[in-house]
């Protein structure tokens, strides 16, 4: 396990740190472990990389970087022992010893005991920690938590519009009156098809059928498997009943109504808890 390890550190050490800048205005804190958490495939790990920049501007050394996204397969055994992370980076980078370790954990969930480990490390290693996970499995509730208050939670979002186009490489000064057409034009886009990065650049038909994975994995995984829920078919009318509502007032009550006349065994209480944990997901927005 531990050449693995610096294979796999040495591997993020070297990659290109590349990213378009997300607007995120927050100071954060020099003394919270900054987790970052929001809807599936809204660039949480390009914001890692954008952070890790801003550092280094500020004059910090990549070799003060320890990144490590454990969806790797090489890490096939989700519980060792997780000092031998530290073990291998430095024996990478033996200068860093004298300096602050900085961590970049992606997907830390799926590390067995992760909160301990992790809430271990900031009080006897470093303060410099961040993490992301998969938010059907690390709800920002949950981390808050999991890590008794030592965190600073940044909640990302896709795309603003004022992002959207940055990634579409226009400038938003000096607009001439074909750039206006041009973001005009953008708009009704982004209306379309939202603002998640991975989709900016593809063709519409590629967008409809990337967007149609993220829905079906966040009723398969995040809510099926997470909640427990096996009422597929009810949960798919479900959301179709919402989806039908965006932008009206929705009755929690209406539904539950509507769902009894139709025969289906659903009590309110979990109609409520079902609402909530779509809302948990992302899926949806309450406003």
């Known amino acids: 396990m531990l050449n693995k390890l610096k294979k796999i550190i040495y591997e993020g050490y070297n990659k290109e740190i590349v990213f378009i800048r997300r607007d995120i205005t927050k100071i954060l804190p020099k003394d919270k472990i900054i987790t970052i958490t929001g809807p599936r495939r809204s660039g949480k790990t390009f914001l890692m990389y954008q952070i890790m920049d801003d550092l280094i501007k500020k004059g910090y050394d990549r070799e003060q970087f320890l990144y490590i996204n454990f969806e790797d397969e090489r890490i096939s055994d989700k519980k060792f022992d997780y000092d031998l992370i530290f073990?291998?980076?430095?024996?990478?980078?033996?200068?860093?010893?004298?300096?602050?370790?900085?961590?970049?954990?992606?997907?830390?969930?799926?590390?067995?005991?992760?909160?301990?480990?992790?809430?271990?490390?900031?009080?006897?290693?470093?303060?410099?920690?961040?993490?992301?996970?998969?938010?059907?499995?690390?709800?920002?509730?949950?981390?808050?938590?999991?890590?008794r208050g030592r965190n600073y939670n940044i909640e990302l979002f896709p795309l603003s519009f004022n992002e959207f186009k940055r990634f579409k490489g226009v400038n938003n000064k000096n607009i001439s009156s074909?750039?206006?057409?041009?973001?005009?034009?953008?708009?009704?886009?982004?209306?379309?098809?939202?603002?998640?990065?991975?989709?900016?650049?593809?063709?519409?038909?590629?967008?409809?059928?990337?967007?149609?994975?993220?829905?079906?994995?966040?009723?398969?995984?995040?809510?099926?498997?997470?909640?427990?829920?096996?009422?597929?078919?009810?949960?798919?009318?479900?959301?179709?009943?919402?989806?039908?509502?965006?932008?009206?007032e929705f009755s929690i009550n209406k539904l539950y109504n509507e769902l009894k006349s139709q025969g289906a065994k659903l009590s309110k209480s979990i109609l409520y808890s079902l609402y909530d944990d779509i809302s948990n997901i992302y899926l949806f927005k309450q406003i």
């Open 178 to 248: 074909k750039e206006k057409a041009i973001i005009d034009n953008l708009f009704q886009e982004y209306l379309v098809y939202g603002g998640y990065p991975e989709i900016v650049n593809y063709d519409n038909t590629l967008k409809i059928e990337i967007l149609q994975n993220y829905f079906n994995v966040m009723i398969y995984r995040d809510i099926a498997e997470r909640f427990e829920y096996s009422q597929l078919e009810q949960l798919k009318y479900i959301l179709k009943k919402l989806i039908s509502t965006v932008s009206s």
């Open 87 to 147: 073990q291998a980076f430095y024996e990478l980078f033996p200068e860093s010893a004298e300096k602050e370790i900085i961590l970049f954990f992606d997907e830390i969930q799926l590390l067995e005991n992760w909160e301990r480990f992790v809430r271990r490390v900031y009080d006897s290693k470093t303060k410099k920690i961040y993490l992301t996970g998969s938010n059907s499995q690390m709800l920002s509730s949950d981390i808050a938590t999991a890590l």
